[in-house]
């Protein structure tokens, strides 16, 4: 097969078999996949729990800081946390276009495989399908997750309330921005990174500092913090007024930003939370987040406020004001 | 838009949002997905649960007896009926081509909502992801689903043991033949219909019934009944004998293979199963799959044997014998 994925290799015989077996079995590597059953087992405890699934799609699909199956696993384990819930187990479905090499496929599933056992949750069960060549780009990967909600946690999408804090964990617009530079062949001076990362640790130590003060989290992927804002917004029947200044944004991105016509608060985020924060919650939440590495840079930029419109308003660097709206027209397809 | 998809359906802008809540959220409408957050919870009691998913990329996306969306929810249900398990909720993620139509997809996620619905197992997460034209084919669903496995129960792909009998629990080759039909573009006399189906109710009569006695289950997908006793064989460590008269095949089904060149043996079923089970249960077993209209047909086809080859013998209604390989180098891509 010239090292390249052939028909064969989704048609459930040997060859598939072989494929299972020699690249996602060994790179995954877990007692439940050895298993081998058409579903896996594990035990829980009486509580509540949560599911989530992502699809990837990103092109390229490698790309300073991470590849697709990365994204896949963090992104999954990020949907998870942002629940304030304990990530399990994953699942992880992949369909391969016919012609892909063999060699790629293997990079993706052992760096999958290093980000799931850095983050302490296996990829437990897994499909494999391969479509005619031009039926689709390469690979791509969904992946679903369960995890646990610490008894007590009970976080929702209407739970904020005027007079809440919104903190930011860190730089926006990182992810998106690595990945149209590199789409379009651009060199920058510097070297932007995905910031691609699992925030399911980061989170503990915030339930931990001031759990019942936290009233809800979203890691602002597509759409950018804009789009998870307006959306926070409209569930909770409220407005948000933010500042542009107080928003961290690395000036290499910044620049990259102007350059491609992208608005910072519209770029995807992979390694990123805003949490939306009781009064009484801020400064513990905030020194829990600084205190760990993904949460540094975390900065409180702006408030929730009673608005029948729900309008996310920001104060501009100019001194000005803006109404930030999500994305409607305008297209940044396929950043993950 | 034409009444088309376009990527910024899927760009995490308003346009997205429009698409779920007007055709994903009212398709499947439940409470989980009503709360709208990026992960959806639930309650759980202890014990041993179960995780499972499969990519479907059929093509065609609509076929005699069903579509991509019923084929996603059946068999993603299934795998976790193969455990003995209760199906309880399901996640779907969506990769869509730009300019799909979007009478296509509200039909898909319609009958998608209705096999959920049926099965009493909901879809309570999602994702929806664009990609451009060309770059995939149609629509591609991944589900994975979570269930419960009842106490007591423990079914192993090691279990199978010398004397045990396999049954199937009705005709095979129904659904890979009725999609190759559609695909070829062919008319039958008589009108083939995919088997597809949720097999978690026949399953729950079967465990009520000899729980204890079941070794194991699995459902005969893709590679058919040949690929999955050859499956079991290597992980039992035996081998099997099974009669070929014995093994349900409706007459037009029989026809179209030998039409199409294909051994019924290895063509895909949606809605069958296949069991081994200790020689104790074999009458109350196959009494409650009778009793069952999934299980009508149920047949007792053939033994396990003590075998360190791990062959699948078969006696041929020709009154010779064969060893039933799996599929090696033939392809039937995209029956699922
Ligand atoms: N890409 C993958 N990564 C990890 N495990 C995988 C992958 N693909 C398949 N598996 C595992 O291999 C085994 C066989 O998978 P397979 O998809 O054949 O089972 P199935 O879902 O019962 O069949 P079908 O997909 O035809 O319905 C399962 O244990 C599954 O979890
Ligand atoms: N095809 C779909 N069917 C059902 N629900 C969906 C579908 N697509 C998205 N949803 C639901 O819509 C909400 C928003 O989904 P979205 O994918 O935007 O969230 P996210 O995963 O946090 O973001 P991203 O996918 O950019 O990481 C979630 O509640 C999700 O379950
Ligand atoms: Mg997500
Ligand atoms: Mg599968
Ligand atoms: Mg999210
Ligand atoms: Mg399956
Ligand atoms: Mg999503
Ligand atoms: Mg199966």
């Not at 063999?102 to 494999?128: H, Q």
């Not at 409220?238 to 000036?251: C, S, Y």
Request: aromatic share 6%.
């Amino acid at each position: 097969n010239n090292g390249r994925v052939d028909l064969s290799h989704g048609a459930g015989g040997r060859a598939m078999g072989q494929l299972i077996e020699g690249i996602f079995h060994k790179a995954f590597d877990n007692e439940w996949l050895r298993a081998g059953n058409d579903q896996s087992a594990f035990t829980v405890a009486a509580g509540r729990m949560v599911m989530t699934t992502d699809g990837y799609v990103v092109s390229p699909l490698f790309f300073p800081g991470g590849n697709i199956g990365t994204l896949a696993v963090h992104g999954t384990i990020n949907d998870i946390a942002m629940a304030g819930a304990v990530p399990l187990y994953l699942s992880a479905s992949f369909i391969i276009e016919e012609g892909f090499p063999l060699a790629d496929l293997e990079r993706i599933a052992e760096s999958m495989g290093a980000a799931s056992r850095e983050a302490g949750v296996p990829i437990i069960t897994g499909d494999t399908k391969v479509v005619e060549r031009g039926k689709a780009d390469g690979v791509f990967i969904s992946t679903a997750g369960v995890g646990m909600v610490p008894a007590g946690l009970d976080l929702r999408s209407d739970a904020a309330r005027p007079g809440d804090a919104v903190i930011v964990s860190g730089s926006i617009g990182d992810h998106g921005v690595t990945v149209m530079s590199k789409r379009e062949n651009l060199e920058f001076d510097t070297d932007i990174v995905s910031d691609s990362a699992a925030l399911h640790g980061l989170v503990a130590t915030m339930v931990e500092a001031s759990g019942q003060h936290i009233r809800l989290m979203r890691d602002p992927t597509r759409g950018g913090i804009a789009a998870t804002l307006n959306e926070i917004a409209h569930q909770s029947k409220l407005g948000f007024h933010i500042d542009e200044e107080a928003i961290p944004l690395k000036p290499e991105v910044a620049a990259a930003c102007e350059f491609l016509g992208l608005d910072p608060l519209n770029v995807a985020n992979e390694g990123k939370l805003v949490v939306v924060v009781a009064p009484e919650g801020v400064e513990a939440v905030l020194a829990a987040m600084r205190a760990h590495p993904l949460g540094e840079e975390a900065a409180l930029i702006g408030h929730a406020v009673a608005d029948d419109h729900c309008f996310v308003q920001m104060a501009t660097s100019f001194g000005g004001g803006r109404i930030v709206d999500w994305l409607s027209g305008e297209q940044l397809p396929r950043i993950c």
